[in-house]
């Protein structure tokens, strides 16, 4: 069965400094797409960035970039120049033949 | 507009009583998701629709659950004989097609209370 881990209940950084949610997943597929997801206290998911399985190059968008490992199924999401409208729930999300979310990591951003 | 609408916003019901919770995905959207976030968890799948075919429906978690988009745009979830537990937050999210490689477009949810 397909799951999606995220360690970190919760991680804080300085503004402007650079921090790094960890993701892992489990799959038997060959073709999925992986995302991160940001929801702000007023409850809307957004997405941040996005992640073909099948592509090695790393997504990057803006401020916002993943270190993509297919091997160690590993999928983190790293924040540069962090800004306090950083601050929010961050998931980690499996798209395949089914649909998983990770439990979320708790960014704040301390100014 | 132009996001994906979701009402009401929150619902309070008394246990046996049965909800209707509605959504309105981004127009011409192919794809829709209803999905079930307890408090401080993340999303958990309950059913996919693909225009008005139900794909999907693994993740609810019981037959009081029941979901419905008759005519491939607004979708209904239904829970009947509502119990404790089916407290959370209900979201639903839409994409253009019926691809995986879509990112999910999120509405704002239904925070459902069952007293």
């Known amino acids: 069965a397909q799951t999606v881990t995220q360690s970190q209940p919760e991680m804080s950084v300085q503004e402007a400094e650079t921090v790094t949610l960890s993701c892992t997943y489990d799959?038997?597929?060959?073709?999925?797409?992986l995302f991160w997801y940001k929801q702000p206290p007023s409850r809307q998911m957004i997405l941040v960035i996005r992640?073909?399985?099948?592509?090695?190059q790393n997504a990057t968008e803006n401020r916002f970039s993943v270190n993509f490992q297919k091997a160690a199924k590993s999928f983190s999401l790293k924040i540069s120049d962090s800004q306090l409208g950083d601050a929010a729930m961050y998931f980690c999300?499996?798209?395949?033949?089914?649909?998983?979310f990770g439990t979320g990591t708790s960014l704040t951003v301390i100014p | 507009g132009a996001g994906v609408s979701q009402s009401p916003r929150y619902k309070v019901a008394k246990r046996g009583q049965d909800v209707a919770l509605r959504c309105d995905p981004i127009?011409?959207?192919?794809?829709l998701f209803w999905y079930q976030q307890a408090l401080g968890q993340g999303p958990e799948f309950l059913t996919y629709f693909q225009n008005e075919a139900q794909l999907d429906k693994s993740g609810l978690p019981s037959d009081r659950f029941f979901a419905e988009r008759p005519e491939g745009s607004v979708s209904t979830l239904k829970i009947q004989r509502t119990q404790q537990e089916d407290s959370a937050v209900y979201l639903c999210?839409?994409?253009?097609?019926?691809?995986?490689?879509?990112?999910?477009?999120f509405g704002d949810g239904t925070r459902l209370s069952i007293l």
């Open positions: 127009s011409g959207h192919v794809s």
């Open positions: 999210a839409s994409s253009p097609t019926g691809f995986s490689n879509q990112p999910q477009h």
């Open positions: 992640q073909e399985a099948y592509k090695q």
């Open positions: 799959t038997s597929e060959s073709d999925y797409y």
């Open positions: 999300a499996y798209f395949g033949n089914q649909f998983y």
